[in-house]
């Protein structure tokens, strides 16, 4: 594989780096594998902290495209904040395994697996990889339901508060604030999705279970006929035929899926092909998590009003 071949030629390179950078270095440096995760470890660390995401917000968080940057970035982490259950089980373990950094190690402290502590969808009964079944271990897109942000932003700042004591008030305070401004605002948003209660819905990836389940929405289909696996035509006819039938009529995409795929089924269906992206930084709108939420919630209520 040349990308390995790359990394561990840029991995020989990171002894002539280590140590450098470190102006500002009671700012802990936390690394996040998604702009998602780095917005979530944005509000906790305040001040405190540099964040920086690997993926760009445009990209599939199944399929990062690793590059030599990325080591230098992940040798020089304090911290390392991952989703989790196999998110970025294509693309993260030969980075780490060329970053050289024990202190984001498996296990230390500086490791944190968002995942922990959520309580998965779609886990399956058995373990099965083999057939391309990219969510071996539960449905990984949890970010959607804010009552699993929560939880993630305690664990967060539980750790980051056990690696910096000297600042666990402040990492404590910065959470309570942001606990609280969820709570608030998952009250707006389930009010402004309560009209649609039973809605169904079409997604490409099962990338909306979570949103979903909290905002009581039915998937009634996805596009690819399972996770990580291309649409067939003879899929999407399946597809067709119970959008038709259940009178499901509003398609999410995100910007690394394929637009036209969705637009062709849209137009046998009369349904709507609606770009929700996931990862807040796509645009200006969606800058923060609160931001991307109020955008997500406000997109989807305007096309299930319309198409209802
Ligand atoms: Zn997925």
């Known amino acids: ?77 304090d911290v390392l904040i991952e989703g989790g259950a196999e998110l970025e089980l294509g693309w993260l373990p030969p980075l780490l395994d060329n970053a050289r950094n024990a202190k984001i190690a498996p296990g230390a402290p500086g490791r944190i697996v968002a995942s922990r502590g959520v309580r998965m969808l779609e886990v399956p009964l058995t373990f099965d990889r083999s057939r391309g079944d990219i969510h071996a271990l539960g449905n990984p897109h949890f970010m959607l339901d804010p009552l699993n942000v929560k939880i993630m932003a305690a664990q967060i700042a539980d750790q980051l508060a056990r690696l910096r004591p000297a600042q666990a008030e402040v990492f404590k305070a910065n959470f309570k604030r942001f606990d609280s401004a969820v709570d608030r605002k998952l009250a707006e948003w389930q009010k402004q999705l309560e009209p649609y209660r039973g809605a169904k819905i079409v997604t490409y990836h ?103």
């Open 1 to 77: 594989m040349q990308i390995i071949r790359t990394l561990r030629m840029a991995a020989t390179g990171l002894m002539a780096v280590s140590g450098i950078g470190t102006s500002g270095a009671d700012k802990l440096n936390i690394v996040a594998t998604t702009p998602d995760l780095a917005a979530l470890a944005r509000e906790i660390g305040g001040d405190a902290v540099r964040v920086t995401a690997l993926a760009k917000p445009t990209e599939d968080p199944h399929f990062v495209d690793p590059k030599p940057s990325h080591l230098v970035t992940l040798n020089r982490a």
């Open 206 to 308: 099962r990338d909306f279970v979570y949103l979903a389940a909290r905002f009581n929405l039915e998937i009634a289909e996805t596009l690819e006929p399972k996770p990580g696996i291309a649409p067939s035509p003879a899929h999407l006819a399946r597809v067709i035929g119970t959008m038709k039938a259940t009178n499901a009529r509003v398609i999410l995409i995100q910007p690394y899926q394929n637009r036209r795929t969705a637009e062709t089924v849209a137009r046998q269906t009369n349904a709507v092909v609606l770009e929700m992206p996931q990862q807040p930084g796509v645009n200006k709108a969606t800058a923060t998590y609160f931001d991307l939420m109020d955008y997500l919630v406000r997109t989807l209520a305007a096309a299930l009003e319309e198409k209802q």
